[in-house]
C-alpha cells in the first residue's frame, strides 16, 4: 500500500475535506499520531468507510492509515479472533520480531521499560527475560524458534501444521507411528487410520503459533512498541468487552495496556521523514467510551478519544456517487437529485447507504423521490395504516371524532383535516414527509376532552387504543429530564436502555403521541421538541435515530385556564367562544415567550387549537354518557336494568354546573357531581340484593339526595 499524504498541502494548510482517499476522522487520526498521542477510537467502529477511492472496513481503513504513517506491522487484537495481521506480510514481519524482539528503551517518562527489564514477559505471558532457563514442561513462547520457524506465521493464521514438518505424515497414514510407541496400527481399515491421526496430535509437538490470551498479546506488544528498533502499530479492539468495568481484574488489565499505550516511543526508521515523527501506536478501537473506566483515558494527556460519528454530507456524497447507479431510476437521476438525497439521508451511516440502493429496488422507490425512499427504508413494513384506511372513514372522520367528544367542534374539525390530508399525501415541499403527519397543541380549560379526542384519534386510525402513548410533562420539571425523553450520554447510568420517547417511536413508529400539560416541562425538555418538529427525527443517547414521520403529535395544556373563573364571574352564565380562543391564544403565546421559547410556538401556531368550555348542553350529554356507562356495568354484572330519571337528574346537574367555580373544571366536576349516585347504587344492591331480571330507578330528591327504588313489573 502506498504512503498517502494526510493532509491538504505539504505544510499541513489550508482547510480539508473529505475525498476519496479517507473520512476526515481518519485524517484527525494521522494528526492525532503525529502530536505524539494515542489515540481511542469509538463510535461507529462496526460501518464501512472510503479509503483509496473505494469502500473499506474499518479494519482495513485504520490498518492501511497506520500503514502510510510508517508502521512496518500492524496488528489487530479482538477477543474473538486473537492477534491478527490485516495487511499482508506483516505476520511474516512480526513473527521475525517475536522471535527476535528489539531491546526496549526507556520510554518519554511514562516508565517505559528498559532493555534489560524482563518482568512484563515473564509475568504477562510475553518474552521471557534474558538468561531465562525454563525446565522441561514450561509452557512455549512466541521467542522460541526452530528451524522451520520462517515458514509458521503462514499456519499462524489459517490454523494449519508448520510446514516441513514431517515427523507426524508416517502417522497420518496409517503407518507406524511415533517413536515409541509399539502398539499395532491397521492400517487397511479406516478406524485404524483415525486411530493412528488422533495419536498423532496428542503425542506430536505442536508449532509454536502467536500469543492469543489478551495478557500474552500485550506483554509482547508492550516490549515492541517500547523499542525504537522497530516501527510497529497495534489495535485492541472491544477491549471494554474483554475488561467488563468495575472488576478489580478488569482495572489491572486496563493499567497494563495504558502502560503499552505511554511506554511506546518514536522509531529510529521514521526520524528520516516529515517532521513531527509518529511514535509506535497501541490503539484501542470500542463501540462506546463510556464503557471505559475514566481515569484511563482522562487522567493521562498522552490519549486521546476520537469519536467516530456518520458521514458527513461530503462522505455521503462520495457514496451517493459512487452507488449511483445501483439505485433504481438511476438513468434518469440529475446531480439536484443526488444533492436531495445526500440532505435527506443526514445521520446514516456508510452500511446504510448501501442498503438504501438495495431498498430502492425491492421496493420500487426511484432516486428522484428520496422522501419516499427514505419513508420505505427506515419503515421496513409492507402494511402503512395511513393508506389503508377507507376512504369513506376519512371523510366522515368528524362525525366519528365528535361522537365522541362533546361540544368540540372546532378542535374536532382541525384534527379531521389533518387527517384527510395525511391520508391523501399532499404538503409543502419535496422533503415534508420527514415531518410528523400533523401537529397540535390543544388548550382550553381542564376536563373538556384534550386527552379523550387522542385516544380517539388513535383508534380510529391503527384501530386500536394501544398507538396512543401519553407522556405526562410533570414528570419532566427538572434540567436532567430531558435525558429520559432521548436516553441518557454516553457513560451515565442507563445509556444503553435508550430514550422513553424515541425507544417508543423506534417499536411503533405508528403513533399518536401525547404530551400531556407541556407547560409543565422544562424549557430544555421543549427543545427536543424541535427537531422533531422540524426534521421529524430525534437521535438517543446510543446513536440511533428514531423517524417521526408516520406519528401525530399533540402537545396539551391548561395555560390560561386559570382566568376561566374570572371571565364567567364577569360575563354572567357563558363566555362567547371568540373571547375564550382569543384568551388562550394569547395566553400560551406569553407562557413561550416568558420561558424563552417563541420559536416553539412559531411552529406550533398552526396547529393550535383552543377548545371550548362545557355549554349548558354540553352538560346534559356528557351526564347521559356518565349514566349510560354506570347502566351497562350495573347490567353486566348483576343481570339488573337500572333506569335513570331524567326529570330530576337534568335540572339538578344543570344547576350544580351553573356555578362558575365548579364550570371552570369541566367534565372531571360533571363526573365528581355523580359520584353520590354510584354510592346510592352500591348502597341498595348491598341492602336489598335485587334479583336478576329486575328493574331499577335511579334519580334525585328534592333536597339534592340521591334514590334508588324498584320499578313495578321488573324481574
Known amino acids: 500500500m502506498s504512503a498517502i499524504d494526510l493532509t491538504k498541502g505539504e505544510d499541513g494548510t489550508g482547510p480539508v475535506t473529505a475525498n476519496g482517499m479517507m473520512p476526515l476522522w481518519a485524517v484527525s487520526l494521522g494528526w492525532e499520531l503525529r502530536r505524539g498521542r494515542q489515540v481511542i477510537l469509538n463510535g461507529q467502529i462496526r460501518d464501512r468507510w472510503w ?12 490498518a492501511g492509515v497506520l500503514e502510510a504513517r510508517g508502521a512496518d506491522v500492524v496488528g489487530w487484537w ?70 522451520a520457524a520462517e515458514d509458521r506465521p503462514r499456519a499462524w493464521r489459517d490454523g494449519g501444521d508448520a510446514p516441513g514438518d514431517d515427523r507426524e505424515r508416517p ?200 422522501d419516499k425512499l427514505l419513508e420505505l427504508h427506515r419503515l421496513n413494513v409492507s402494511v402503512d395504516p395511513w393508506t389503508q384506511l377507507d376512504r369513506e372513514t376519512v371523510a366522515r372522520a368528524a362525525d366519528v371524532l365528535g361522537a365522541r367528544v362533546v361540544g368540540q367542534a372546532k378542535a374536532v374539525d382541525a384534527v379531521a383535516a389533518a387527517l384527510q390530508a395525511a391520508f391523501v399525501g399532499v404538503d409543502f415541499g419535496g422533503l415534508g414527509g420527514a415531518r410528523p403527519r400533523g401537529a397540535f397543541f390543544f388548550v382550553g380549560p381542564t376536563g373538556v376532552g384534550k386527552t379523550e379526542l387522542a385516544k380517539t384519534v388513535a383508534e380510529l386510525m391503527f384501530g386500536d387504543q394501544s398507538a396512543y402513548a401519553r407522556f405526562d410533562m410533570s414528570e419532566y420539571q427538572q434540567e436532567h429530564a430531558a435525558e429520559r425523553l432521548a436516553g441518557a450520554p454516553p457513560g451515565y447510568i442507563g445509556h444503553e436502555q435508550g430514550g422513553e420517547l424515541t425507544r417508543r417511536v423506534q417499536e411503533r413508529p405508528f403513533s399518536v403521541l401525547l404530551f400531556d400539560e407541556i407547560e409543565k416541562a422544562h424549557p430544555r425538555v421543549l427543545d427536543k421538541f424541535l427537531q422533531i418538529l422540524e426534521d421529524g427525527r430525534l437521535t ?37 367562544y371568540a373571547e375564550l380562543e382569543e384568551h388562550f391564544t394569547h ?10 421559547r417563541p420559536e416553539i410556538y412559531g411552529r406550533l401556531k398552526p396547529g393550535v387549537v383552543v377548545f371550548d368550555m362545557l355549554r349548558r348542553e354540553h352538560v346534559v350529554k356528557i351526564t347521559d354518557r356518565l349514566l349510560g356507562q354506570l347502566t351497562e356495568s350495573v347490567r353486566e354484572r348483576h343481570q339488573v336494568e337500572l333506569v335513570a330519571d331524567e326529570q330530576t337528574l337534568h335540572p339538578w346537574i344543570t344547576g350544580r354546573m351553573s356555578d362558575p367555580e365548579r364550570q371552570a373544571y369541566g367534565g372531571r366536576q360533571i363526573r365528581n357531581e355523580l359520584e353520590p349516585l354510584r354510592a346510592a347504587v352500591v348502597a341498595h344492591f348491598l341492602a336489598r340484593r335485587p334479583e336478576p331480571g329486575s328493574r331499577l330507578r335511579l ?9 334508588v327504588g324498584t320499578e313495578e313489573g321488573g324481574g
Open 587 to 596: 395566553a400560551v403565546e406569553e407562557k413561550f415567550r416568558s420561558i424563552g
Open 540 to 576: 438517543d443517547g446510543r446513536g440511533q435515530t428514531a423517524y417521526f414521520s408516520q406519528c401525530l403529535i399533540i402537545f396539551t395544556s391548561n395555560t390560561g385556564a386559570e382566568a376561566v373563573q374570572d371571565l364567567l364571574a364577569r360575563s354572567g352564565d357563558e363566555v362567547p
Open 78 to 147: 479482538d477477543p474473538v479472533a486473537g492477534l491478527t495481521f490485516p495487511l499482508p506480510d506483516h505476520a511474516e514481519r512480526f513473527a521475525r520480531l517475536a522471535a527476535n524482539p528489539p531491546p526496549a528503551t526507556a520510554g518519554d517518562g511514562g516508565g517505559g521499560a528498559s532493555a534489560d527489564d524482563g518482568r512484563h514477559g515473564s509475568r504477562d505471558g510475553g518474552e521471557a527475560p534474558a538468561g531465562d532457563r525454563r525446565q522441561p514442561g514450561a509452557r512455549t513462547r512466541p521467542g522460541d524458534r526452530d528451524a
Open 171 to 370: 502417522w497420518r497414514d496409517g503407518r507406524d507411528g511415533p517413536a515409541g510407541d509399539r502398539r499395532p496400527v491397521d492400517a487397511r481399515t479406516h478406524r485404524g487410520v483415525e486411530r493412528g491421526r488422533d495419536r498423532s496430535r496428542l503425542l506430536s509437538p505442536r508449532p509454536a503459533g502467536p500469543p492469543r490470551a489478551f495478557e500474552d498479546v500485550l506483554a509482547l506488544v508492550h516490549r515492541i512498541a517500547a523499542s525504537p528498533e522497530a516501527a510497529t502499530a497495534f489495535v485492541f479492539q472491544d477491549v471494554d468487552h474483554h475488561l467488563p468495568p468495575g472488576q478489580p481484574e478488569s482495572n489491572l488489565g486496563y493499567l497494563r495496556l495504558r502502560a503499552a499505550m505511554t511506554d511506546a516511543v518514536t522509531p529510529r526508521a521514521s526520524l528520516a521523514g516529515r517532521r513531527p515523527h509518529a511514535r509506535n501506536a497501541v490503539l484501542c478501537a470500542v463501540g462506546d467510551v463510556g464503557r471505559l473506566p475514566g481515569w484511563f483515558h482522562q487522567e493521562d494527556p498522552r490519549i486521546a478519544t476520537l469519536h467516530i460519528g456518520p458521514p458527513d454530507p461530503s462522505e455521503r456524497r462520495l457514496w451517493l456517487t459512487w452507488l449511483r447507479d445501483e439505485f433504481n431510476g438511476a438513468p434518469d437521476a440529475t446531480r439536484q437529485d443526488i444533492e436531495a438525497l445526500v440532505g435527506a439521508s443526514d445521520g446514516m451511516s456508510g452500511w446504510e447507504i448501501e442498503a438504501l440502493a438495495r431498498t430502492s429496488w425491492l421496493r420500487g422507490a426511484p432516486l428522484q423521490r428520496p
Open 51 to 62: 479509503f483509496e477511492d473505494r469502500p473499506a472496513s474499518f479494519q482495513w481503513l485504520v
Open 699 to 707: 334519580g334525585i330528591g328534592a333536597d339534592g339526595t340521591p334514590w
